[in-house]
């Protein structure tokens, strides 16, 4: 069983900056693949980056995000930068054990979620 939990959400202006983090429970975080999705108001939940081996980025973000994970402390982070006001969304960490994708039914474990809203 993992456990996730997000923090570092917050209200920026466009162009500021803002790191998520997502703390895991479980002895072996460091194996699992790690994502960050979002979801904004009246719209589906999207890939945002999920990192294991590799990362990877939706071309949205590719370049602004970076994907990252630190394994003593069981946490993975998200590094946003220059940051738009459609980058407003609810950002949620999902695990699972092999899978990087994009599909979210594939990932067995989410976090509550943490708001970030930019504003223009």
């Known amino acids: 069983q993992v456990q996730l939990v997000e923090s570092g959400g917050g209200l920026v202006q466009a162009g500021d900056s803002l790191r998520l983090s997502c703390a895991a429970s479980g002895r072996t975080f460091s194996s699992y693949a790690m994502a960050w999705f979002r979801q904004a108001p009246g719209k589906e939940r999207e890939f945002v980056a999920s990192i294991r081996w590799s990362t990877s980025y939706a071309s949205s973000v590719k370049g602004r995000f970076t994907i990252s994970k630190d394994d003593t402390k069981n946490t993975v982070y998200l590094q946003m930068n220059s940051l738009k006001p459609e980058d407003t969304a609810v950002y949620y960490c999902?695990?699972?054990?092999?899978?990087?994708?994009?599909?979210?039914?594939?990932?067995?474990?989410w976090g509550q979620g943490t708001q970030v809203t930019v504003s223009s």
């Open positions: 999902a695990a699972d054990r092999y899978y990087t994708g994009i599909n979210t039914k594939e990932y067995d474990y």
